[in-house]
C-alpha cells in the first residue's frame, strides 16, 4: 500500500510538473555576438579604434546561431568628451535580423567633439549590454 501511495504522489507531481513548464513561454537562442568592431568604412575593411573629427562611426556587428527574428540594439554614447556633459547618449538604433554582418553608423552634421566615446549592443530584450565597444575621437 504504501508503495502504491509513493507511486501515485510521484506521478501526480511529474504531470503537475509537465503542466507547469508547458504553460510556461521562455526563449532559448543561441544567438550571439561573435565578433563586432568599429571601422571607418561599411565593409568594416578599415578597422579603428580612433576617429578625426570629421568621419563617420562605423560598427560593424557579426551575429551568430540567430533566428531570422533576432533583434539587435546599437546605443551611442559620448563617455567624455569635450563641450558635452559625461555619458550623454548621442543616439540609438534597431534592427531585427538573423545570422551574418550587421552594420549601425553614427554621422554629425559638424565635427565631432573630442573625447571617448562607446557604443553598446544589445541582443532581443537584454537590459545589460551584450558587447560594448569603446573608441576615441581625435
Not at 63 to 90: F, Q, Y
Not at 91 to 116: C, H, I, M, R, V
Request: proline content about 5%; charged content about 25%; glycine content about 4%.
Amino acid at each position: 500500500m504504501r508503495h502504491r501511495t509513493r507511486l501515485l504522489f510521484l506521478l501526480v507531481c511529474a504531470a503537475f510538473l509537465v503542466l507547469v513548464l508547458s504553460a510556461c513561454s521562455f526563449s532559448a537562442s543561441s544567438a550571439n555576438i561573435s565578433s563586432a568592431k568599429m571601422a571607418r568604412d561599411q565593409d568594416g575593411k578599415q578597422p579603428t579604434k580612433t576617429f578625426s573629427p570629421d568621419e563617420q562611426f562605423y560598427c560593424i556587428v557579426e551575429l551568430s546561431n540567430a533566428p531570422k527574428d533576432t533583434k539587435v540594439r546599437a546605443v551611442w554614447t559620448a563617455v567624455k568628451a569635450e563641450g558635452a556633459d559625461p555619458d550623454t547618449k548621442i543616439d540609438e538604433a534597431k534592427t531585427t535580423s538573423g545570422s551574418g554582418q550587421l552594420q549601425f553608423n553614427l554621422s554629425n552634421e559638424g565635427p565631432w567633439p573630442t573625447g571617448d566615446y562607446k557604443v553598446d549592443l544589445y541582443l532581443n530584450d537584454a537590459k545589460e549590454p551584450t558587447k560594448t565597444l569603446t573608441f576615441k575621437v581625435q
